[in-house]
């Protein structure tokens, strides 16, 4: 469903700041991929450019949902279309309650593919079961959104809007971090508890311990901006033997 | 905008057309431009008023010319406009012509049509508010008159100014000018002499109004000067909760609004003031607009408590402090604030709070938006008097910037002249992020909508002030007042 061809990106507005070097992925309906690498090796930039974030300039290359380039596509574009992304930094926004922020997304959702709002009603119901089911101190729901959370509630809190907003496509941006063995339990279940034939997830994470909960299909280690080795479940516990040097004297680049 | 816990009244700033005659000949209707002792005291006629009043609109009209003569219009707010030229004014413009007036809402601006839509007012709301000469009764005025009835039995009195000259002419003489004299300023000073009509409440001792007592004024002349004044009493134990909506036509040429209100809370008293201001800001490019010069002050007598509240979102020019004298011991003063400033929108806003009885404790909460190449300024004053023992006082002013050529400042002052005074201020800058941005976007929220999001939620500590139905229409208000700001 999912194929990046050739992909370059760079930071907008700064020379010789490219980041992807030339990115070939192909990622079916229903597979878990995850992306592995060593600091600053392009990850979280991978993330960001295939929801749109503003700032990276694509010089090269595509990316297609479904046959369709999305390249052109804004982020609440590429919403609509069913894809997500978990983010290893979530924005405060003060005053605004979670809530409030989902059941605006879910509408916006809803009257992009011209179907029926959730009522009210409904959306209370599903939105509480959420709650309790990634287990975030519901009182903390009542606050602003992510303001003063932890970085485990902050989390936790992109758990519950993957739940509620059911992508076809979710990318987790290092989820992982920063997480106790709890909280990481509650993600991979999550995770694990949404995996089914139409849905695919890409998992970006820096170690290999997320990989214990969550089974990924396909494992990519991305070095440089370039993916330098794909293969099963297996890469990962190598990696996690052996490191990424292997990888980063190939490439060259400095560790 | 009404329902059964409001009671609505509308008024037509522009001379009196809506309720108050002087329609059946055109030509003696129009004063020339101009201001003059004449046109004062032809104003006073065409009102029917009373001697007394009379001498006191020559007396401010004196007291203005000299202020005119000696030091001009005030500069000290950061705000730059042409010099006014108040002989090119109408000080009483007959209600313009039928035949200017767009028939109906097929000949009115789509735009503006437009964002009637946006802001959800009533259709036949919208027609007034277009300056269709339509002869409908709006609904709110027959809620009005159910409602009057009801609050009559209570002893409350809701009226438009003139009324109240008419029909309670010594409360009106009693307070007058009591809080705001014509003395107090320059526009108060040109107010008080050339005022055209507002409104005016009393709240008898020791009742509770029972609904919310609102007016919606609307400016629809062109090229004439607006000036309402409002006078509202609490009696001893009173309580009352007032709203007040301003919309003005979209107009190319600039206007010159100059209001006054005051507000009286006589011991254990409370008044609640609530403002959603939206005249007309001028176009994108600057050009026309509502310049607001308002004066607005109450005085709160012993445990007594006044709560300003205002959403400003309108006008080219905003000139305004609504304050509060606090002068009997343990009275409280609030004041919350959101004003925001899009294209070239100038805002100068704030508050004053003069602490002069004991225990006697006031809050600000101030939240300037700065949009396109817009500048909002926040400016404060909060006095401890000697005798104000133990007085407290908490200021918080946050502006939030959107773009790049758009300014915010802060200019608090702060005057202690009692060591037990307790004083907090906070303040801050920030700017609608990025981060914040994507984050709401990667959810599926359109940039407008993100932007919107952000901004009423971080102006939720005032918002969350206003009467419910307020509440939406600030948000919404915020929403359309934006577009274009963004993108």
Known sequence: MLEIKNLHASVLDIDDSEILTGIDMKVNKGEVHAIMGPNGSGKSTLANVLMGRFDYL?????????????????????????????????????????????????????????????????????????????????????????????????????????????????????????????????????????????????????????????????????????????????????????????????????? | ??????????????????????????????????????????????????????DWRLKAYRHWVSLYESEGEPDWAMIDYPDVDFQDIYYYAAPKGTNEAPKNLDDVDPEMLETFEKLGIPLQERAALAGVAVDAVFDSISVATTMEKQLGELGIIFCSFSEAVKNHPDLVKKYLGSVVPYTDNFYAALNAAVFSDGSFAYIPPGVRCPI?????????????????????????????????????????TSQLHAATVELVAHDDSEIKY????????????????????????????????????????????????????????NSVGEFFSVALANNHQQADTGTKMIHIGKNTKSTIVSKGISAGKGNNTYRGQVQIMPGAENAVNHTQCDSLLVGDQCGAHTVPYIEVRNPTARLEHEASTSKVSDDQLFYLMARGLSEEEAHHMIITGWSRDVIKELPFEFALEASQLLKVSLEGAVG
């Open chain 2, 212 to 252: 919310e007592l609102m007016t919606y004024f609307r400016i629809n002349t062109e090229g004439s000067g607006q000036f309402e004044r409002t006078l509202i009493v609490a009696d001893a134990g009173a309580y009352v909760s007032y709203l007040e909506g301003c919309t003005a036509p979209f107009r190319k």
């Open chain 1, 58 to 255: 694509v010089s090269e290359g595509d990316i297609t949902l479904d046959g369709e380039s999305i390249i052109e596509l804004r982020p609440d574009q590429r919403a609509h279309l069913g894809m997500f992304l978990a983010f290893q930094y979530p924005a405060e926004i003060p005053g605004v309650r979670p809530w409030q922020f989902l059941k605006t997304a879910l509408d916006s959702k809803a009257e992009s593919r011209g179907e029926d709002k959730m009522s009210v009603r409904n959306f209370s119901k599903l939105f509480d079961e959420k709650v309790e089911a990634v287990g975030i101190n519901p009182n903390l729901v009542k606050r602003s959104l992510n303001e003063g959370f932890s970085g485990g509630e902050k989390k936790r809190n992109e758990m519950l809007q993957l739940e509620v907003l059911q992508p076809s496509l979710a990318i987790l941006d290092e989820t992982d971090s920063g997480l106790d063995v709890d909280a990481l339990r509650i993600v991979a279940e999550g995770v694990n508890s949404m995996r089914s034939p139409a849905r695919s997830f890409i998992v970006v994470t820096h170690y290999q311990r997320l990989l214990n909960y969550i089974t990924p299909d396909v494992v990519h280690i991305l070095v440089a901006g370039k993916i330098v080795k794909t293969g099963g479940p297996e890469l990962a516990l190598e990696v996690e033997k052996d490191g990424y040097n292997e990888y980063l004297s190939a490439t060259g680049a400095n560790v």
């Open chain 2, 1 to 54: 905008m009404t329902n059964q816990n409001t009671i609505s009244r509308e008024s037509d700033l522009s001379g009196g057309e809506y309720k108050w005659g002087f329609v059946t000949d055109v030509e003696t209707d129009l004063a020339p431009k101009g201001l003059s002792e004449d046109i004062v005291r032809l104003i006073s006629a065409k009102k029917e008023e009373p001697g007394w009043l009379l």
């Open chain 2, 274 to 329: 609530s403002t959603i201001q939206n005249w007309f800001p001028g176009t994108p490019e600057g050009e026309g607009g509502v310049y607001n010069f308002v004066t607005k002050r109450g005085r709160a007598d012993k445990n007594a408590k006044i709560s300003w509240t205002q959403v400003e979102t309108g006008s080219a020019i905003t000139w305004k402090y609504p304050s509060v004298i606090l002068r009997g011991d």
